[in-house]
Protein backbone atom coordinates (compact mmCIF):
# COMPACT_ATOMS: atom_id res chain seq x y z
CA UNK A 1 0.00 0.00 0.00
CA UNK A 2 1.16 3.16 -1.14
CA UNK A 3 2.54 6.12 1.92
CA UNK A 4 1.31 9.50 1.49
CA UNK A 5 3.93 10.80 1.96
CA UNK A 6 6.99 9.99 0.53
CA UNK A 7 10.79 11.26 -0.04
CA UNK A 8 12.51 10.82 -3.19
CA UNK A 9 16.47 10.64 -2.59
CA UNK A 10 16.27 13.67 -0.94
CA UNK A 11 15.58 15.43 -3.71
CA UNK A 12 12.12 15.65 -3.47
CA UNK A 13 8.58 14.15 -2.05
CA UNK A 14 5.25 13.01 -3.12
CA UNK A 15 2.29 13.43 -1.36
CA UNK A 16 -1.50 11.50 -1.97
CA UNK A 17 -4.45 13.35 -1.03
CA UNK A 18 -8.00 11.37 0.10
CA UNK A 19 -9.28 11.93 -3.45
CA UNK A 20 -6.76 9.74 -4.92
CA UNK A 21 -4.55 12.75 -6.49
CA UNK A 22 -1.14 12.37 -6.10
CA UNK A 23 1.38 14.89 -7.07
CA UNK A 24 5.08 14.96 -6.83
CA UNK A 25 7.82 17.83 -6.77
CA UNK A 26 10.74 17.25 -7.42
CA UNK A 27 14.38 19.56 -7.37
CA UNK A 28 17.28 17.48 -7.74
CA UNK A 29 19.60 16.21 -10.84
CA UNK A 30 17.51 15.12 -13.65
CA UNK A 31 14.83 17.01 -13.07
CA UNK A 32 13.43 20.31 -14.86
CA UNK A 33 15.35 23.02 -12.31
CA UNK A 34 18.27 24.55 -11.77
CA UNK A 35 19.85 21.56 -10.51
CA UNK A 36 19.06 19.32 -13.79
CA UNK A 37 22.18 18.30 -14.27
CA UNK A 38 23.94 18.07 -11.03
CA UNK A 39 25.47 15.02 -9.67
CA UNK A 40 28.25 16.16 -8.28
CA UNK A 41 32.03 15.13 -7.52
CA UNK A 42 31.34 13.06 -4.49
CA UNK A 43 27.97 11.45 -5.61
CA UNK A 44 27.50 8.93 -3.38
CA UNK A 45 24.00 6.91 -2.89
CA UNK A 46 24.78 5.56 0.59
CA UNK A 47 25.62 9.04 1.68
CA UNK A 48 22.67 11.50 2.00
CA UNK A 49 22.85 14.75 -0.36
CA UNK A 50 20.56 17.87 0.46
CA UNK A 51 19.57 19.28 -2.49
CA UNK A 52 18.15 23.51 -2.61
CA UNK A 53 16.94 25.19 -5.43
CA UNK A 54 15.08 28.29 -6.48
CA UNK A 55 12.22 26.02 -8.67
CA UNK A 56 11.04 22.36 -8.96
CA UNK A 57 8.91 20.10 -11.29
CA UNK A 58 5.70 18.93 -10.65
CA UNK A 59 3.88 15.97 -11.92
CA UNK A 60 0.26 15.58 -10.36
CA UNK A 61 -1.40 11.80 -11.54
CA UNK A 62 -4.23 9.74 -10.18
CA UNK A 63 -4.21 5.85 -11.37
CA UNK A 64 -1.02 6.49 -12.48
CA UNK A 65 -2.76 8.31 -15.25
CA UNK A 66 -0.81 12.08 -15.71
CA UNK A 67 -3.18 14.70 -15.60
CA UNK A 68 -0.40 17.39 -15.40
CA UNK A 69 -1.48 19.60 -18.42
CA UNK A 70 -4.91 20.24 -17.12
CA UNK A 71 -3.60 21.99 -14.02
CA UNK A 72 -0.81 24.15 -16.68
CA UNK A 73 -3.30 24.99 -19.39
CA UNK A 74 -5.52 26.29 -17.22
CA UNK A 75 -2.60 28.70 -15.09
CA UNK A 76 -0.64 29.27 -18.10
CA UNK A 77 2.22 27.20 -17.25
CA UNK A 78 4.33 24.81 -20.06
CA UNK A 79 4.29 21.63 -19.74
CA UNK A 80 5.05 18.38 -21.75
CA UNK A 81 1.97 16.82 -20.51
CA UNK A 82 3.26 14.78 -17.76
CA UNK A 83 5.42 17.20 -15.95
CA UNK A 84 5.81 20.93 -15.78
CA UNK A 85 9.50 22.27 -14.56
CA UNK A 86 11.13 24.97 -13.44
CA UNK A 87 7.91 26.26 -11.27
CA UNK A 88 8.29 28.98 -8.24
CA UNK A 89 6.81 28.42 -4.69
CA UNK A 90 4.01 29.85 -5.52
CA UNK A 91 3.45 27.75 -8.55
CA UNK A 92 3.80 24.59 -6.69
CA UNK A 93 1.85 25.91 -3.89
CA UNK A 94 -1.35 26.22 -6.09
CA UNK A 95 -0.46 23.00 -7.90
CA UNK A 96 -0.74 21.45 -4.03
CA UNK A 97 -3.60 23.17 -3.73
CA UNK A 98 -5.41 22.54 -7.07
CA UNK A 99 -4.74 18.92 -6.79
CA UNK A 100 -5.39 18.40 -2.91
CA UNK A 101 -9.32 20.61 -4.08
CA UNK A 102 -10.18 17.93 -7.35
CA UNK A 103 -13.73 16.22 -6.45
CA UNK A 104 -14.65 12.96 -8.46
CA UNK A 105 -16.43 15.35 -11.65
CA UNK A 106 -12.91 17.45 -11.54
CA UNK A 107 -10.91 14.41 -11.62
CA UNK A 108 -12.63 12.80 -14.59
CA UNK A 109 -12.96 16.12 -16.10
CA UNK A 110 -9.28 16.65 -15.92
CA UNK A 111 -8.54 12.70 -16.92
CA UNK A 112 -10.21 13.48 -20.22
CA UNK A 113 -9.12 16.82 -20.95
CA UNK A 114 -5.44 15.38 -21.27
CA UNK A 115 -6.06 11.81 -22.70
CA UNK A 116 -8.14 14.49 -25.53
CA UNK A 117 -4.56 17.07 -25.25
CA UNK A 118 -2.24 13.85 -25.70
CA UNK A 119 -4.44 12.62 -29.16
CA UNK A 120 -3.42 16.02 -30.26
CA UNK A 121 0.70 16.02 -29.78
Not at 14 to 26: A, K, R
Not at 63 to 90: E, M, Q
Not at 91 to 108: F, H, M, P, S
Request: charged residues 20%.
Amino acid sequence: MRKDFVSTLNKGFQMTFSNGINISVQYGYGNYCENSSYMGNDWNYDKPQIFESNDAEIMIEVDSKPITAAFCDYNGIRNDGSVAGWLTTDEVATAIAWAQGLNEKRIEAAIKYCQREKAQW
